[in-house]
């Protein structure tokens, strides 16, 4: 779920409804991984002039660091192409990639290719 929506509309396929409390919770998690974490609103896509793939490296650290699942998150990381790997960011000096939600896109990257690669 990427969208407030897709969680009312998941919620109400099981007959539950989100409470005041709920949102209030989620809040408070958002206000915790905001700038760390990829919401995947799609911003970044085809943003870096070198071509990584930089929403499908934040799902491969997503998978490690957020669901805990490590080698989820390397077989994700390593079925890119090199080109597309977080490789590219670690010889970058001047980043050209800006996330709208404050994720420091590079050094996010560089994290991923050390910890996959």
Request: charged share 20%; glycine share 10%.
């Amino acid at each position: 779920m990427v969208s407030l929506e897709q969680l009312r509309e998941n919620a109400a396929a099981v007959g539950k409804k989100l409470s005041w409390s709920d949102r209030k919770t989620l809040d408070r998690y958002y206000a915790g991984i905001k700038g760390i974490c990829c919401v995947r609103c799609g911003t970044c896509t085809g943003m870096c002039p070198s071509g990584v793939a930089i929403a499908d490296v934040n799902r491969a650290l997503m998978y490690a660091e957020g669901y805990g699942d490590y080698a989820l998150g390397r077989s994700t990381y390593r079925e890119l192409s090199p080109a597309a790997s977080g490789l590219a960011c670690t010889s970058c000096t001047e980043p050209a990639c800006k996330c709208l939600n404050g994720i420091p896109i590079a050094e996010r990257m560089r994290h991923a290719h050390a910890m996959f690669a």
